[in-house]
């Protein structure tokens, strides 16, 4: 039994299989599966150790109709929290989708129902987001008379850019279907999203689990760099990767004329 199973979380639950791949399941279905602060401490133990736990993938899923409806509103406004206390809160929301991002091991998010506001801000902090047809997004902050909090001024200008992100909070605008996947919300739409998840993320386990930690966490430092950092930190992370000891029989299957080759079907 992998170490992640016997964890004990609020709100989450954990099984991990035979090939690696951990299943996370949002189980607070009641709720719409909002995000109260013990969820989020949940969130942040769980990712913390991830990297460290074997795992070669992650499909992050949801139990009931809804992948996430946020904040848990009544919470906040149950707690009558004052500015500091709200702050301190927001940091717990970015440590825990900063070990989702950063950590190394791809997460692949299987979206339903309604992403919305803090829930999109769950999503957008996965590697991939897999929608299925009744998948709906929304940031409706501006409604509640908030503002974003869990990095949606980050990640989710990233997937739409600023126009869109401006318009979707001012206004509540929703998307979904094939319109989300060309702004940049998800990037599959599928009938079911967790068969597709799961198939994807069997897939990316293929992959040398050094060449998916390069993937899932130098990217997104990259980003944060300068161009003149970025390309130093990239050849360096290269180095490092394109020399591993699991390539090499990769590499020698290509030369060999082996391996199969990159075509269309
Ligand atoms: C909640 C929450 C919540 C549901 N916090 N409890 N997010 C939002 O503005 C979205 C708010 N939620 C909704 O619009 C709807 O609940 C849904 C469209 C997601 C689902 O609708 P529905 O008809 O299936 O469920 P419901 O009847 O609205 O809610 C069922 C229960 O879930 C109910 O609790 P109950 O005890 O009365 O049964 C709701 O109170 C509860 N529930 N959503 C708390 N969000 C870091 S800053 C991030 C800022 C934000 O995320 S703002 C966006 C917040």
Redesign the pocket.
């Known amino acids: 039994m992998s170490t992640l199973e016997n964890l004990s979380l609020a709100n989450l639950t954990v099984t991990v299989d035979a090939a690696q791949i951990a299943l996370v399941t949002l189980d607070r279905a009641?709720?719409?599966n909002?995000?109260?602060a013990e969820t989020v401490e949940a969130l942040i133990e769980l990712f913390g150790r991830v990297p460290r736990a074997g795992v070669r993938a992650v499909v992050l899923r949801a139990a009931g109709?809804?992948f996430c409806?946020?904040?848990?509103?009544?919470?906040?406004h149950r707690e009558d929290r004052r500015p500091a206390d709200f702050m301190h809160?927001?940091l717990r929301?970015h440590e825990a989708f900063s070990k989702m991002e950063y950590g190394g091991v791809p997460i692949v998010a299987a979206l339903k129902?309604?992403v919305?506001?803090?829930?999109l801000?769950l999503a957008s902090a996965a590697h991939i987001r897999v929608a299925d047809r009744g998948t709906y997004f929304a940031?409706?902050?501006g409604?509640?008379g908030?503002?974003?909090?869990?990095g949606?001024t980050i990640r989710v200008a990233d997937l739409v850019g600023k126009a869109r992100m401006i318009d979707m909070m001012l206004t509540g605008r929703i998307y979904k279907g094939e319109e989300a996947v060309e702004v940049g919300l998800c990037q599959y739409l599928v009938d079911d999203s967790e068969t597709r998840a799961m198939e994807i993320a069997r897939a990316t386990a293929e992959n040398p689990p050094l060449t998916n930690f390069a993937i899932c966490s130098a990217i997104s430092h990259m980003q944060n760099m300068s161009a003149l950092d970025a390309a130093y930190a990239e050849s360096v992370v290269a180095g490092i990767v394109n020399t591993q000891e699991a390539a090499r029989g990769r590499l020698e299957a290509f030369a060999d004329k082996s391996a199969a080759r990159v075509r269309p079907e």
């Open positions: 009641e709720k719409r909002a995000l109260n109709d809804h409806a946020g904040l848990d509103l009544v919470e906040h809160l927001c929301w129902g309604a919305v506001g803090g829930g801000e940031l409706p902050e409604q509640r908030l503002f974003t909090g869990g949606a």
